[in-house]
């Protein structure tokens, strides 16, 4: 484990579920990320939280929906996905977003399929 | 705009060789350079971390170079093992942009043959 745990490891959901992933750090870190990663494609972001408040948005749809309730904890939420969506879901964690020399800790992803 | 370019895309050696991966970025003004490793439909697992003022950094078998101002870094691995066996990810530490402050390459997706 790298410090950041993510749960489930495997989803299957259908189009007109609700679902939720879960991201956890005890890592003393205070800026917390999710990555999309689709078959053949590189990382991409998809939101940043900094001190539990979202800094960025990378036009994801509104399907998704992030929530931080505090620095150690990450979720998202999902609803009406499309099966493009099914893809490798990576939460990644910094020390805080002023803190640019360290690096980043990466958990061990969702793997999610939408049927 | 930050752009990380990692050569070769794939990566076939016996087991036993020595070997270099590259990654090369397009704008030197990094915070520092991470490599990762990461094995089929899992998460990433941070090999090295080199921050902008150091030349290289060492774990074990692995030894990662950084020439900020040329834009390049290597990964070279000492006596490849079956284990090796996985996609390596170069990734810089910008001070933001569309993608936020982590721009991450492509990929060498690295098979060690026994």
């Known amino acids: 484990e790298t410090g950041v745990t993510q749960t489930p490891r495997h989803l299957v959901m259908g189009m007109t579920n609700k679902k939720s992933l879960k991201c956890e750090q005890h890592?003393?870190?205070?800026?917390m990320y999710w990555y999309k990663q689709s078959a053949k494609k590189p990382l991409e972001l998809m939101f940043v939280y900094n001190f539990k408040e979202q800094t960025e948005n990378n036009s994801v749809p509104s399907r998704f929906s992030p929530e931080c309730p505090n620095s150690s904890h990450l979720f998202l939420h999902l609803h009406t996905l499309q099966p493009e969506d099914s893809a490798l879901y990576l939460c990644a964690s910094s020390p805080d977003m002023g803190q640019l020399i360290y690096g980043y800790t990466f958990g061990s992803g969702t793997r999610l399929t939408v049927v | 705009k930050q752009e990380v370019t990692q050569i070769p895309a794939a990566l076939s050696v016996p087991e036993g060789e020595n070997l270099v991966l590259n990654c090369s970025f397009t704008d030197s003004a990094i915070y520092n350079l991470q490599w990762f490793r990461q094995d089929p439909g899992k998460g990433l697992t941070s090999l090295l971390l080199i921050q902008s003022s150091q030349r290289e950094q060492t774990s074990g078998r692995l030894n990662a170079s950084l020439d900020k101002s040329s834009g390049r870094s290597t990964l070279y691995i000492a006596a490849s093992q079956p284990g090796d066996s996985a996609t390596y990810l170069c990734?810089?530490?910008?001070?933001?942009?569309?993608?936020?402050?982590?721009?991450f390459g492509k990929g060498t997706k690295l098979s060690v043959k026994p």
């Open positions: 890592l003393g870190h205070n800026a």
């Open positions: 990734a810089v530490t910008t001070s933001g942009g569309s993608q936020g402050n982590l721009i």
